[in-house]
């Protein structure tokens, strides 16, 4: 038996941010990464009966001791609904502090290991407003948290982490610049193409991924990073982190995530190294065609190569070299690197011959484009 989880609610196209003065709501708290867009929603507020306060997270991440901070400020206020206005950082920080509000017994090393399922967060709803560069989490029941001693991602599942209302309005800001618009584009094309070729996705999984890469791939003209269609990426990412969450975990997803230890930077900008290295030295590059051809190209190697151009267009570093990762500390990590994702590797990679070895080729060929 499977299943397929969404959102209860998703409201989508310009004008759908407006549904917020309309849900039955007294106190909400908003946790924002983005100043621009925690303005927009309390103006937008402000002619309402809601009572808002306001929790900033850090773009990159929640951490543990935010994430301290923001039960407190939770159980403070003790709102009704919680407003999560932004990318990732916003996100995932909304989700946690949900948790830890419903059970104020439990730690945030509860959760990591595992404590805090099939607990009914009914103390207070989830709205989510995804900005760009939410590695698809408006649409899961998922969170990550950094423990910055140990330089460790954690990812926590919990299905009622799953927002209750996802909204998604083209016309809340003006795109993004830089990194956060980069990185946006990157996280979708992994998390996509990561489900696209998963061997065992279903029919509900494999037409969400292939979606989102169509949409993506429309919204970026050809040798210009000037997107046409705000709507387009904001759906892509929606519906790549739909199809992501309801596959299993692939290769460039597990090794973005593992690479947070090496230094930190947010998932996207690791997959522009990761995601062409992956794709070119798999054994089965067959499994890549149906991504290729919802980007209208031929192959897998052609694939790999937009991808790249993609990457170069909007300004990332396109190796880990370039990114600044040590070459000593590199070739240090490498092997403990390769040996602990073995245990989350998709069977197709897992089953061959020296896996391990396999990994090793990929991170070394992300790292340089050459042999080290």
């Not at 407003?83 to 502090?97: C, R, T, W």
């Not at 939410?134 to 950094?146: F, H, I, K, L, M």
């Not at 982490?161 to 990157?186: C, F, Q, Y």
Request: overall charge negative; some cysteine; proline content about 6%.
């Amino acid at each position: 038996m499977a299943d397929f989880r969404i959102p209860n609610r998703i409201i989508y196209g310009k004008g759908a941010v407006n549904e917020l003065c309309s849900i039955s709501c007294h106190r909400m708290l908003i946790v924002y990464d983005d100043p621009q867009v925690n303005q927009a929603v309390q103006k937008l507020l402000c002619s309402s009966d809601i009572t808002v306060r306001t929790f900033y997270a850090d773009p990159y991440g929640a951490d543990i001791p935010q994430v301290k901070e923001g039960t407190k400020a939770l159980m403070e206020f003790k709102p009704d609904w919680i407003l999560a206005a932004g990318g990732y950082g916003a996100i995932d920080l909304a989700k946690l502090i949900r948790i830890f509000y419903q059970r104020p017994d439990l730690t945030v090393q509860d959760a990591i290991q595992d404590k805090a399922t099939d607990i009914p967060l009914d103390k207070s709803k989830l709205i989510i407003l995804p900005l760009f560069n939410t590695n698809g989490r408006e649409a899961t029941c998922s969170a990550c948290v950094w423990d910055v001693v140990s330089m460790h991602q954690h990812e926590i599942r919990n299905i009622n982490l799953m927002p209750d209302i996802t909204i998604i309005d083209p016309e809340v800001l003006s795109l993004p610049k830089g990194e956060r618009l980069a990185a946006g584009v990157l996280s979708t094309l992994v998390l996509s193409i990561d489900a696209a070729s998963d061997l065992s996705a279903n029919s509900f999984v494999r037409p969400q991924a292939l979606e989102a890469i169509s949409l993506l791939s429309q919204s970026i003209p050809s040798h210009t990073s000037a997107y046409t269609d705000k709507a387009s990426l904001l759906y892509a990412q929606c519906l790549a982190g739909i199809a992501h969450s309801n596959s299993i975990p692939g290769l460039s997803s597990i090794l973005c995530s593992a690479l947070a230890s090496l230094k930190p930077a947010s998932f996207g900008i690791w997959g522009a190294a990761i995601l062409p290295a992956v794709i070119r030295l798999d054994k089965n590059p067959g499994k890549y065609l149906a991504a290729a051809k919802a980007m209208e190209l031929k192959d897998s190697a052609s694939l790999a190569d937009a991808v790249t151009e993609y990457a170069d267009m909007l300004g990332l570093p396109l190796t880990l070299s370039e990114m600044g990762v040590n070459k000593n500390t590199f070739l240090k990590k490498l092997s403990k690197l390769s040996y602990s994702v073995l245990p989350l590797l998709p069977a197709d990679i897992a089953e061959q011959k020296e896996p391990q070895k396999h990994i090793e080729q990929i991170l070394r060929m992300a790292y340089s484009h050459k042999e080290l």
